[in-house]
Nanobody, 121 residues
Framework: HFEESGGDFVRPGGPVRLSCTTSDSRFSRASIGWFRQAPGQGHEAVSCIRDGEMRFYAASVRGRSTISRDNTKNAVYLQMNDLKQEDTAVYYC?????????????????WGRGTQVTVSS
């Protein structure tokens, strides 16, 4: 499974860098996706990376987010800037079961427990 970290309490306009790590090096070739779940809402696909390249960003974060990976550390990162209150959510990462960089939550597995990002003034 994955472990997410980096969540924090952030002022509007501030940045946050989330990390997704695993001890299993097999995931270095997998599509890894970031999802988020705000209170009372379903999971939203935020971004996905495959083969070292970004595959998609949600429209809500496009232009102010960057996904990257470091296979030497078995890690995937999500840098988010200019945070807004609507970015408040628990952020999760997981592996795409079929490695096609899908946006469907049900297509992912090995979910971590998530990391909380709270954006508030």
């Amino acid at each position: 499974h994955f472990e997410e970290s980096g969540g924090d309490f952030v002022r509007p306009g501030g940045p946050v860098r989330l990390s997704c790590t695993t001890s299993d090096s097999r995931f270095s070739r997998a599509s890894i996706g970031w999802f988020r779940q705000a209170p009372g809402q379903g999971h939203e696909a935020v971004s996905c990376i495959r083969d070292g390249e970004m595959r998609f960003y949600a429209a809500s974060v496009r232009g102010r987010s960057t996904i990257s990976r470091d296979n030497t550390k078995n890690a995937v990162y999500l840098q988010m800037n200019d945070l807004k209150q609507e970015d408040t959510a628990v952020y999760y990462c997981a592996a795409d079961r079929q490695n096609v960089a899908t946006r469907r939550h049900a297509d992912y597995e090995y979910w971590g427990r998530g990391t909380q990002v709270t954006v508030s003034s």
